[in-house]
């Protein structure tokens, strides 16, 4: 089944990333399960306590919504394909 993205929408960060992985500053908020992901180019992404994204990571098209299921805690973190961009994580409560 594909989560439409259907909520309310919360907490947005964003990061800038390049060759080097950027990883959002602020974890994913308790009673928060879902988010609400776009990069501005396109990029591999990973999830976790302390992520580091990598090229082996879930990639992601560029300016493409896409929605995870998460744990509260974990951060996300996303690294180029080609060119730079920003990724933006919008919580969905």
Known sequence: MQYIGVGRLGTHQSIAYTGTAGTIT???SDGVTK?????TSAAYIAFGAAPTATTAG??????????????PGEKVSAIQLSSGGTLHVTEIP
């Open 26 to 28: 602020t974890a994913i």
């Open 35 to 39: 988010v609400r992901i776009v990069c």
């Open 58 to 71: 879930v990639y992601v098209p560029a300016d493409s919504p896409e929605y995870f299921t998460v744990s």
